[in-house]
């Protein structure tokens, strides 16, 4: 297994929209568990192939306090949505920034399981929140497209401000070759 590198906003690689996984196999396997690894390590909840570059429709999601409930899910469709919820959610993606965001209360997904077979799931609570912004990433939508324009500008001079001070600190570290 190995970690895999989360893209950051601003990062135009993330708006790109991810491709239907066309079959499972061996290389689909080691993804997922690769993105598993990478959202443990990273203390998140929900990983979108996109965050890590790869243009593939799979999410990997674990909201569980013990950390003991791994989901993967591929080709993930909302088929259904009952209610509205405004919850806090922040973003591996987006780090440091954490916002109101108004979803379904209650979805039903269709997607694939890691094994290729098909599956129906029904969540709700931050589940449902979560397998929601999963999708959102794998269509190329971020959580901070529902704030205002205004928000959004902000939250992203500030992050390109942290991303220009630690390139500074790593070119000025004893070593750097350039």
């Known amino acids: 297994m190995a970690l895999l590198e989360i893209l950051n906003f601003p990062d135009p690689r993330l708006r790109r929209p991810a491709r239907p996984v ?19 390590e990273a203390r998140g909840i929900g990983l979108a192939a996109t965050q890590v570059n790869i243009l593939k429709q799979i999410a990997v999601i674990d909201v569980s306090e013990e950390r003991n409930e791994p989901r993967c899910l591929i080709n993930p469709r909302i088929v259904e949505r009952e209610g509205e919820e405004s919850r806090q959610e922040g973003c591996l ?35 449902a929140i979560c397998i929601q912004h999963e999708i959102d990433h794998l269509e190329g939508k971020l959580f901070i497209d529902y704030l205002s324009p205004l928000k959004r500008q902000r939250i992203e001079k500030k992050l390109l401000k942290v991303q220009k001070a630690e390139r500074i600190d790593s070119a000025s570290r004893p070593g750097h070759a350039g």
């Open 22 to 40: 066309e079959g499972v196999d061996d290389a689909l396997h080691r993804t997922v568990e690769d993105m598993f690894e990478t959202m443990y």
């Open 93 to 127: 993606s987006v780090p440091g920034v954490f916002a109101n965001v108004l979803r379904a209360e209650k979805i039903r997904v269709e997607a694939l399981d890691r094994e290729g077979q098909a599956m129906t799931l029904d969540a709700d609570g931050l589940l």
